[in-house]
């Protein structure tokens, strides 16, 4: 009787669990008492569109602890500021043999030095390649 117990109450737990994640996956609406949606920034669109954007990839990035290290200081840099976009916040930080290479897209020209600097900042100013791409709010 305890183990049937046990695993109905095991059951009921992971029902409840995946409620929460399915309700946390699923985007918020716009309430009718805020001015700005509540939609994820997305700039795949973007990205394919530019033929540039193949210098340094994520994949490209082994195993290095230097390199993670390298990776980890720029993006903690970045999500801390929090006068940058999510457009910025999303960029894409890939670190090679010490080389930072820094793609995607941002809102301004400030942010992308933004971001430039806190990348040489961390790598040094010969060791970062700065391919991000500036694209104004439609």
Known sequence: MKKRYFFLVLASVLA????????????????????????????????????????????AQKDNAN????????RKSVMADKSLSTYAHNVKIVAINGSVTLNGVVRSDQERASIEAKAVAVAGQSHVVNDLKVTPKS
């Open 67 to 74: 390199d993670r290290k390298i990776t980890q200081s720029i």
């Open 16 to 59: 409840g669990l995946a409620a929460q994640s399915a309700v946390a996956q699923t985007p918020r609406a716009v309430s009718s008492d805020t001015a700005t949606p509540t939609t994820r920034a997305d700039n795949s669109k973007a990205n394919k569109m530019d033929s540039t954007n193949t210098t340094a990839t994520a994949d």
